[in-house]
């Protein structure tokens, strides 16, 4: 199952949006989730938006510590890598997310369970 969480849509700080993805995290977890798609947007001008920024340093601390399994952004969310490979092996009705072969940089996908 993919667990979807925007917060593109909302107005949030960065602690707020780092807080809201924690707790969904474990949630998902408990639940049963394979993994979460994070809309978090990439920003005017295709720079980089300061959540998804810090996400994904988040993201990589959380990753060392064990937290999550993996992470990765929206444009390997494609049914040729290799990482997204790893996740459809373990749910196939995700391969039905409106969001796969699109490259959206504006998403982060995040492996919870092996």
């Not at 107005?11 to 780092?18: C, G």
């Not at 394979?34 to 810090?54: D, N, P, Q």
């Not at 997204?84 to 373990?90: A, C, N, V």
Request: glycine letters at 10%.
């Amino acid at each position: 199952m993919l667990k979807f969480i925007n917060l593109k849509e909302s107005n949030y700080s960065v602690e707020y949006a780092m807080a809201i993805v924690e707790i969904e995290i474990e949630g998902a977890k408990k639940e049963g989730y394979v993994c979460m798609k994070i809309l978090h947007g990439y920003g005017s001008h295709g720079r980089g938006g300061t959540i998804a920024v810090e996400l994904r340093k988040q993201l990589n601390l959380w990753k060392r510590r064990g937290f999550i399994i993996d992470y990765f952004g929206g444009d390997k969310w494609n049914l040729f890598d290799k990482d997204t490979q790893k996740i459809l092996l373990l749910d196939k009705s995700i391969y039905n997310d409106e969001d796969m072969n699109k490259a959206n940089p504006g998403i982060t996908i995040i492996q919870l369970t092996k």
